[in-house]
């Protein structure tokens, strides 16, 4: 082929490609209007509560707010000051042109984090929202919705089981945006008879009273707050219970829920990956035809290979991937221990959530990792982990004192194996730590259960024998599980101390497997060896470990007899 030739056949093959590249990039830089928040998808799953609240005379005064669907059919989310004092409750949505009352029964509640549980006496429209667990960065858009009373123009009716008095204008929800202010600890008397006590998500999208209750959303459509209080004689501060204290609440009721701790990412950075790939396809194609352009032959397609194993992110070529710079680590490409982060002037090891989930670290209530230390702040820093790459996520949480890596103040950075962070004046090493495989529990090795010692706060001596029953024909151990708390209706070993909360914590046993150790969402968290499990559950050795109710600790000990 002479040389103009060839030269027109490459011009013609490069232009659609270098416009195939522009096509991508723009096409993700600028995202369609589908990836926007859709509120059709979400409004069917919150609702309107009424709540009925017993008067003199046999009369009812009438009090609403909202609430949204988190599990099943019938399990309804909502603040706890939207039901406190009610008789009865209903739920109240759209059903095609008409209105719908579904009468309700409180199922649970939490006063200290505003939190109760209603479950409906029929089936709801809609389908169970989605949590999302990690704390939102400041300027992260949100999204609420409910039903405010002063959006109503109609005078508020008495609704009758049948909806009559409920007009379909008082159940269109409202909605309202805003931006994350910031993350805060919220602790305070709301009433004579409440203390709210809880981490919640200050923001700007406005709320009013009614909206009590129902979610906050992030751009991705994950609840990330349960919308709660209004900043007296302010502008634009609002404050909604975060999801993972919902989370908590949920676990210790035992009711099913989807959530997540990855982060909500939208616009350019949610699609930095589709870049990345159409870039490198278009790049690969553009090299490919200057390849055929200069040398004026196929044949030169290994020097192609050559000039995309330089670019600095993989490449693909006929269904293959060339991948630079990565190294596989034993077991599926996970490394064969977990990094932990010591500290150097003594103390407790941070131990991280190996399923990902971020934990927050400061010397405050409600965290999950305590470090005792006045250069410390309540709440200073959180932790993400991610165990495939053996990197752990560090955030600073507007500290007084800073978070740093290898002497440097960080915002956010990730840190390896060989990293010093400090928080405050606390300094940490990050250590690849081995895993050790727990001793099992092996039925007949001559241990007839365990013993749980140690005392109240107020000096009470405690002693709980857990022994698991036997199969009456095999003489085998048979599973156990052993809650401990206050309240003695729900609590099998009873703690009576305030710091303790009503349902506590479990420990299980599998016959020829190690006891576990787990938190139903206690106020004041449970620890092992000093460390909080936060929502995790941990697997114990023989003896010798410390576990701490509140302020209540004992210690585990093995029985022969």
Known sequence: MPFQNRRTVCGLFLRPIVLLAGILVAAVIAPPASRAFDTSRVEPSVYKIYTFIPEKNNQFSISSGSGFLISGRRYVVTNFH?????????????????????????????????????????????????????????????????????????????????????????????????????????????????????????????????????????????????????????????????????????????????????????????????????????????????????????????????????????????????????????????????????????????????????VTIGRGPGVDVTVASDTVSKVHARLGYDRKAQRVRITDLNSSNGTFLDGARIREAEASAGAVVRFGTEDYAVVLEKIAEPAAQVSGDGGAGWMLSGFEPSGRALQFELRPAKDRSSGRDLPATWTFGRDPSRANFVIDDSSVSSLHAQLMYNPGEALMLRDMGSMNGTRLDGESIGKRTVTLRDTGQEITFGLASLRLSRLTD
Do not use: W
Request: proline residues 6%.
């Open 82 to 358: 939207v039901v406190e004092g009610g008789a009865r409750f209903y739920i109240a949505f759209r059903d095609g042109r008409e209105a719908k009352l579904v009468e309700a029964k409180r199922a649970d509640s939490r006063p200290n984090v505003d939190l109760a549980l209603l479950e409906a006496r029929e089936d709801l429209p809609g389908e169970p929202l989605k949590l999302g667990e990690y704390e939102p960065e400041k300027l992260a858009e949100v999204i609420a919705i409910g039903f405010p009373g002063a959006a109503n123009l109609n005078k508020e009716l008495v609704p009758g089981p049948d909806a009559r008095g409920v007009p379909l204008t008082d159940l269109d929800s409202t909605v309202t945006t805003g931006v994350v202010s910031r993350m805060t600890f919220t602790n305070l008397k709301v009433s004579d008879t409440q203390i709210l006590s809880a981490r919640t998500v200050q923001h700007n999208s406005a709320i009013n009273p009614g909206n009590s209750g129902g979610p906050l959303f992030d751009a991705c459509g994950l609840v990330v707050g349960v919308n709660t209080l209004q900043g007296l004689n302010s502008q634009g501060l609002f404050f909604s219970i975060h999801a993972a204290e919902v989370g908590r609440f949920l676990s210790e009721g035992q009711i099913s829920y989807a959530s997540t701790s990855r982060p909500c990412v939208t616009g350019i950075g949610g699609n930095l990956l589709s870049i990345a790939v159409g870039l490198t396809s278009a790049l690969a194609a553009a090299a490919l035809a200057f390849a055929v352009y200069k040398r004026g032959t196929p044949a030169a397609f290994g020097g192609v290979q050559k000039a995309l194993a330089r670019l600095p992110f993989p490449a693909i070529i006929g269904g293959g991937q060339k991948k630079r710079g990565v190294r596989l680590l034993p077991g599926r490409g996970e490394a064969s221990g977990l990094l932990v982060l010591q500290p150097k002037q003594g103390g407790q090891t941070i131990r991280l959530d190996e399923t990902g989930r971020a």
